[in-house]
């Protein structure tokens, strides 16, 4: 059975060009937690590390003995994040000010019983407070403005101001403030200005 691999099977909604672009994103599911404060900070690390132990337990489940039935082999997604300003009259400046929804996509042969059984599973392996805050859910974006931003995370902004040009000039509008980010480089091992990061946000005709 062939690997399904989101940078070839999904490339165009992972993988896009350097520049703007619209396109329509369909029905998928993740595995969440919500949080306030700044990325760099402790609590958000942990938030991420419960997301990618339980996204490993669903990839390495066909290892158990009641492997999922539809079990396929995938790569897993990439870690994604939803931002947002808990005040926006403060602004972006401060990144204690930062609201956020981070998720990892998931194969469609996990369900809800599944989520809790391996939810119930990690928790016994490896402990994280965050782990009782996640939760499976479905999303559908439906129609975004994307792009490849290639650069350090604090240099987005200009990427978002090209964005925003993009849609302008072909008759769309931004409905959201809240942006999402899908996160393509290790920023443990990549350089700033090396880093690859997919800006998204949801627009409409008119």
């Given at each position: 059975m062939k690997k399904v691999d989101y940078r070839k099977d999904f490339r165009s909604l992972y993988l896009p060009a350097a520049t703007p672009e619209i396109v329509q994103v369909p029905l998928m599911s993740f595995i969440s937690v919500t949080g306030h404060g700044d990325p760099n900070a402790h609590d958000f690390s942990q938030a991420v590390e419960a997301l990618y132990s339980l996204s490993y337990a669903v990839k390495m489940s066909y290892r158990k003995e009641d492997a999922p039935a539809a079990y396929y082999d995938y790569t897993v997604f990439?870690?994604?994040?939803?931002?947002?300003?808990?005040?926006?009259?403060?602004?972006?400046?401060?990144?204690?000010?930062?609201?956020?929804?981070?998720?990892?996509?998931?194969?469609?042969?996990?369900?809800?019983?599944?989520?809790?059984?391996?939810?119930?599973?990690?928790?016994?392996?490896?402990?994280?407070?965050?782990?009782?805050?996640?939760?499976?859910?479905?999303?559908?974006?439906?129609?975004?403005?994307?792009?490849?931003?290639?650069?350090?995370?604090?240099?987005?902004?200009?990427?978002?101001?090209?964005?925003?040009?993009?849609?302008?000039?072909?008759?769309?509008?931004?409905?959201?403030?809240?942006?999402?980010?899908?996160?393509?480089?290790?920023?443990?091992?990549?350089a700033p200005d090396k880093l690859k990061t997919l800006l998204r946000f949801t627009v409409s005709r008119g």
């Amino acid at each position: 059975m062939k690997k399904v691999d989101y940078r070839k099977d999904f490339r165009s909604l992972y993988l896009p060009a350097a520049t703007p672009e619209i396109v329509q994103v369909p029905l998928m599911s993740f595995i969440s937690v919500t949080g306030h404060g700044d990325p760099n900070a402790h609590d958000f690390s942990q938030a991420v590390e419960a997301l990618y132990s339980l996204s490993y337990a669903v990839k390495m489940s066909y290892r158990k003995e009641d492997a999922p039935a539809a079990y396929y082999d995938y790569t897993v997604f990439p870690l994604e994040g939803v931002w947002d300003l808990v005040n926006t009259a403060v602004g972006a400046e401060d990144k204690t000010n930062y609201t956020y929804e981070i998720m990892i996509r998931q194969p469609d042969f996990l369900d809800e019983n599944m989520f809790q059984s391996f939810l119930t599973e990690v928790k016994k392996k490896k402990p994280n407070p965050y782990l009782d805050r996640t939760q499976l859910i479905s999303v559908e974006e439906g129609l975004v403005c994307q792009m490849m931003h290639v650069g350090s995370y604090d240099t987005e902004p200009e990427s978002f101001r090209r964005m925003e040009a993009h849609i302008r000039e072909q008759g769309y509008r931004r409905i959201s403030l809240t942006h999402r980010e899908i996160y393509l480089s290790d920023p443990r091992r990549v350089a700033p200005d090396k880093l690859k990061t997919l800006l998204r946000f949801t627009v409409s005709r008119g």
